[in-house]
């Protein structure tokens, strides 16, 4: 949704009617995970993409028919390997696909939720009794819904909200999808060394905010981090009690001086980010440990940290280790959540 929000922002502000199609399941190779989502217009605008460009004409299509009609439609597209370039799926995979009008008025309380960095999960009826089609629900982040399927709906939206993963899950006779739209994922990185630069840089490119805290004036400033969405000049304590963290936030802490690292993880693991990370050796780590044991930190909090920081790529360079710092991220934020951590080691 994040992708195609400011098209529909604009086409709804203009009055046009707006198709929206919505990858609501995904199978072997397809390209674009559920939840991608690709819309259109009447006059032939287009944003986004269900299947980075292999069934996209058939989707603008049943679009239009939907503008015309008002009806939704799910779309099913499943191939082999040997007959997939006849439908444009070109690595083979299948995947279905929602269509559907564009209401202005329940999408108004979920653009808003996206712009204010809160997360919400919109649940949709996909298939059932006609009358039932293409109904929806939208549980937001402070626990108000909008719209409304029933109790079985708001349950399934609640649980994966909570989890943080979009689905398709059944529902009496009907099927819905949950499509949970989180916050833009944001880095926060203590330490202001050189592996920072790097890695500002990379968590930029994969649309990551970045926000760079660093006492110390010669390693946190304007200059070193011309990129950074932020640049916070206190300890890292007092910055991270103060910086909204929630399920999208990823800590990397980069010191390697107990003075900053120690309260920085203190903070950080006791915090809902869905990532704390830690920069030192094995042994570093063991004595880490002890002093955050001996600070009141219980094990199933240590348990989170991941340290070493990174993936073992063996690489050394700050570009090489910032690359493995990011790729165990990325890795992090895709595993399903469990209790509302993403704590899986990679």
């Keep these: 949704m994040r992708d195609i929000l400011d098209d529909l922002e604009r086409w709804s502000s203009e009055g046009r009617p707006v198709a929206v199609a919505t990858v609501v399941e995904a199978w072997g190779s397809a390209p674009r995970p559920p939840g991608g989502k690709m819309a259109l217009t009447a006059d032939g605008k287009i944003a986004g993409s269900v299947s980075a460009g292999c069934v996209e004409n058939a989707v603008v299509e049943a679009g239009a028919q939907t503008l015309a009609t008002g009806q939704p439609r799910l779309l099913h597209f499943g191939v082999s390997d040997d007959t997939a370039w006849s439908v444009g799926l070109a690595c083979g995979g299948s995947i279905d696909v929602f269509v559907e009008r564009l209401d202005p008025a329940f999408f108004e309380p979920v653009r808003r939720a996206i712009r204010e960095e809160r997360a919400a999960a ?5 298939q059932g009794p ?9 549980l937001l982040e402070d626990g108000t819904v909008v719209g409304s399927i029933d109790d079985a709906a708001l349950a399934a939206a609640r649980a994966a909200l909570s989890e943080g993963s979009s689905r398709r899950v059944a529902s009496g006779a009907s099927e819905l999808f949950i499509d949970v739209l989180r916050p833009s994922p944001l880095l926060i990185i203590v330490g202001g060394v050189h592996i920072a630069i790097a890695l500002v840089s990379l968590a930029n490119t994969l649309g990551f ?3 760079v805290v660093d006492p110390r004036e010669s390693f946190g400033n304007r200059k070193r981090f011309p990129h950074a969405d932020e640049i916070v000049s206190e300890w890292p304590d007092t910055a991270l009690s103060r910086i ?3 399920g999208s936030t990823a800590i990397a802490v980069l010191t390697h001086d107990p003075k900053l690292d120690d309260p920085a993880l203190t903070a950080a693991l006791r915090s809902p980010a869905f990532y704390v990370g830690a920069l030192g050796s094995r042994r570093t780590q063991e004595k880490r440990h002890a002093r955050l044991r001996e600070a009141g930190l219980e094990e199933d909090v240590l348990s989170r940290l991941y340290a070493p920081i990174g993936l073992p790529l063996g690489g050394r360079s700050p570009e090489e ?9 990325v890795a992090a934020r895709n595993q399903p959540a469990r209790n509302g951590v993403r704590s899986l080691k990679v």
């Design 209 to 211: 905010r970045t926000v």
């Design 130 to 138: 006609p009358d039932q089609l293409g109904r929806k629900l939208a």
């Design 244 to 246: 909204g963290i929630n």
């Design 321 to 329: 280790i910032a690359l493995s710092v990011m790729a165990q991220i």
């Design 122 to 126: 919109v649940a949709t009826v996909i």
